[in-house]
């Protein structure tokens, strides 16, 4: 791709021509023009020509492909950071190789105060257990070391970490010699992130932001909270975000309000509303979901920390004060105690005024019919990972080890979703899994359970558009006239229209389906390269000597 060196000015206008534009504004688009940070055009190449003389520069894509920037709707944004430079865990196969990665990595960095680590998941080692207490402080030689389970609901942690931590043995989810969860899990987790510095904290958002860019998000929304964060951390980031050039950030701030004063709390910090990460329940990996029905290898039904009736109190209160509200549900009996909430809150104010509000549920795994239908009824969007699925579904993975496979194939049911009516934004729940957008659209597409997979249309869809619409907005995502420009430019192979079905793909490669292609992402395909990310006109991100 080769651009001219017209020095970039906030009112520029761009003309990108030669390739091609994923666009509903006209499938076989070739040409954009960008004008005061948004869409003006989208055309043939050969119309592009009256634009050319017009313009403050012109951009040649020598074939890529531009679509609109990913939205990653669910990240954690500083620990993102943090991760990419720290003690990274989930490539050990290995118990010992885990120790040994902790033991290399305290030697190599002995100016940190705590050891940040992550990814460790005992599923996939043939020990088939996390370390044991004594075992991490001979790693550690002594020092704190905080390592949260891949999915972050559970830790274990050193002693020398405890000792930070005054009654941290009498806290809920306390066990001396297992991961700790629940309270004892918060506490630890508090103490070890308080150890990070302003300026590294800084540097940690701007990295991943960074890596954002580069893989074409345009946007990501933060899920912080009082449980998982700290109010400093998220203003801070959103004050970065706002005088630095990178991806958009939309912050969601996980506390539960019950009045008007709550309301505004939640508006002082600058989030979209009091939603992300305000548990009801745990995760699947830790034995803390809640399910109706006791786990296939533990002896009971996970955590519950919200109840149908206080999920209504907080609807209510966010409905009221024209905010959004969301949850934290996985557990299928987390879910129907959100359902249940955000009824009663319809039952008290009008289902119109719900639905308007478009409250969101993060993770939503364990659905049944009766709660997708719910979900429809309510006008709540499903905020989704489809690279839980990949991680850990089908019949040999974690899923079917904690619940048994027949419940783990009902598990992320996104075909079903969109049969329903169900809007569907999609994320990465970074770090949980990584920040990889196309391999995200990938994973929904080739579901390892098949009567659960979509078109990559669709799963791209959700992955752009859906993220948009999941914080109230229509206009954005896509590729129109007056639509934000913000776009990602790609090369990547010829375009396709794949769907699940063979016969649906074969037939709708034909142009004269009238529909705009995009990569093929058959498994094992190489994913698509970013050599550009734009947010509102402005170029975020550059692929080096492109």
């Not at 599923?123 to 996390?130: C, L």
């Not at 991490?136 to 389970?149: F, K, Q, T």
């Not at 912080?224 to 958009?248: H, K, V």
């Amino acid at each position: 791709m080769t651009e001219s060196t017209a020095p970039q000015s906030e009112h520029r206008t761009v003309l990108l021509r030669g390739g091609d534009v994923h666009s509903p504004a006209d499938p076989f688009a070739t040409a954009m023009v960008v004008e005061r940070g948004h869409v003006a055009w989208v055309g043939s190449e050969g119309a592009a020509d009256a634009f050319a003389s017009g313009v403050d520069e012109v951009i040649d894509l020598e074939g890529s492909l531009v679509t609109p920037a990913f939205t990653d709707s669910h990240v954690h944004t500083t620990s993102t950071g943090l991760a990419l430079a720290g003690l990274d865990l989930s490539a050990a196969r290995t118990l010992t190789e885990a120790l040994g990665l902790v033991r290399a990595y305290a030697h190599t960095h002995s100016g940190e105060r705590v050891v940040l680590g992550h990814g460790w998941d005992a599923t996939r080692w043939p020990e088939r257990r996390p370390p044991s207490r004594a075992e991490l402080d001979e790693a550690a030689g002594g020092r704190p070391v905080y390592l949260p389970r891949v999915d972050v609901h559970s830790a274990v942690v050193t002693t020398a970490l405890l000792d930070l931590v005054p009654g941290v043995t009498a806290l809920t989810g306390y066990h001396p010699d297992a991961p700790l969860t629940g309270a004892a899990h918060h506490a630890v987790r508090s103490a070890a992130h308080g150890a990070v510095t302003p300026g590294q904290r800084a540097e940690a958002q701007r990295a991943a932001l960074a890596h954002a860019a580069s893989l074409g998000i345009g946007t990501v929304h933060e899920c912080a909270g009082p449980e998982i964060s700290d109010e400093e951390d998220f203003t801070g980031l959103l004050e970065l975000a706002s005088r630095e050039p990178g991806p958009r950030v939309f912050g969601y701030w996980a506390e539960r309000i019950e009045d008007e004063k709550g309301a505004r709390r939640i508006r002082e910090l600058g989030a979209t509303g009091a939603a992300g990460d305000l548990f009801v329940d745990g995760s699947l990996g830790s034995h803390t979901a809640f399910l109706h029905e006791p786990y296939a290898d533990a002896p009971h039904t996970g955590t519950v920390h919200l109840d149908a009736a206080q999920i209504a109190a907080h609807v209510t209160a966010c409905t009221e004060a024209g905010l959004q509200a969301g949850f934290h549900a996985i557990g299928d009996a987390a879910v129907s105690a959100v359902v249940a909430g955000v009824r009663a809150a319809s039952e008290n104010l009008g289902l119109a005024r719900v639905r308007a509000a478009r409250h969101r549920v993060e993770h939503a795994e364990m659905l049944t019919p009766e709660t997708i239908a719910a979900f429809a009824e309510l006008g709540l969007t499903a905020s989704v990972q489809p690279a839980f699925d990949a991680a850990w579904g089908g019949r040999e993975g974690m899923y079917a080890g904690r619940l048994g496979a027949e419940r783990a194939a009902t598990l992320n049911p996104y075909a079903a979703l969109l049969r329903a009516g169900v809007p569907l934004a999609f994320g990465s729940d970074s770090p949980v899994t990584p920040l990889d957008p196309w391999g995200t659209v990938r994973a929904a597409a080739f579901h390892r359970t098949p009567e659960h997979r979509i078109s990559v249309r669709a799963g791209f869809t959700a992955h752009t558009r859906g993220g948009w619409r999941s914080v109230g907005r229509d206009d954005a995502g896509v590729l129109v006239p007056g639509a934000p420009a913000d776009y990602a430019v790609w090369r990547t192979g010829e375009l396709v229209v794949q769907a699940p079905d063979d016969r649906v793909a074969r037939w709708s490669t034909d142009p004269r389906s009238g529909t705009p292609g995009l990569p093929d992402l058959t498994p094992g395909a190489p994913l698509p390269v970013c050599l550009r990310t734009v947010v509102f006109g402005q170029t975020v991100y550059a692929r080096p000597n492109e």
